[in-house]
């Protein structure tokens, strides 16, 4: 009889809940660089030797591209913390993750924001950019917008409250619902 092949991580940390918590962390990372690409782009420009002007397709290209940046290394740093954490803390954080009515909104406003700017970015700028870099900028845009609202009115005092976790059902047939 074969054997199988060496696992691709020795640890066999990839699990689901692993994989979830990355990703998770992957979308807030990304909202973070999002709202960071405005004051990025602006600080380059202030700061650069050369007289650049300002320009509607760097801007839009800047904050995808500090959205993406920020998702990946989020994405790392939350892959290394996984790979070095047990299963029954991975499982806990995936299911305060999952439920939390904090996160969900976070989720549901960056969703909006990015639907109205892909709606109104190319219809406001119309000619500055490319078409391209007005959806994807305008997306990054406005899930960045809806992020920075959802933070915003935590700090202001309307929070999501907190989801109630539901039962993890066992695996043992004697604590089973009849």
């Known amino acids: 009889m074969s054997q199988l ?14 994989a979830y918590i990355t990703a998770r962390t992957m979308k807030s990372s990304f909202g973070l660089g999002a709202a960071l690409g405005i004051p990025l782009y602006f600080a380059i420009l202030v700061s650069s030797k050369r007289s650049k002007s300002f320009s509607v397709e760097r801007l839009l290209n800047v ?7 920020v998702a990946s290394a989020g994405g790392a740093v939350s892959y290394s913390r996984n790979a070095l954490s047990d299963a029954a803390t991975l499982k806990q954080r995936r299911v305060e993750l999952a439920y939390s009515a904090s996160k969900r909104r976070e989720d549901d406003f960056g969703t909006i924001g990015a639907v109205l700017g892909i709606c109104l970015v190319p219809a406001v700028l119309w000619t500055r950019a490319g078409l391209l870099d007005m959806t994807l900028g305008g997306g990054t845009l406005g899930y960045g917008s809806g992020f920075l609202t959802h933070h915003l009115q935590n700090l202001l005092g309307n929070t999501a409250g907190k989801a ?12 089973r619902r009849r």
């Open 5 to 18: 092949p060496p696992p691709l991580f020795p640890s066999e940390k990839w699990t689901s809940d692993s």
């Open 164 to 175: 109630p976790e539901p039962e993890i059902p066992s695996d043992d047939p004697r604590m």
């Open 63 to 69: 904050s995808t591209l500090s959205g993406i940046g």
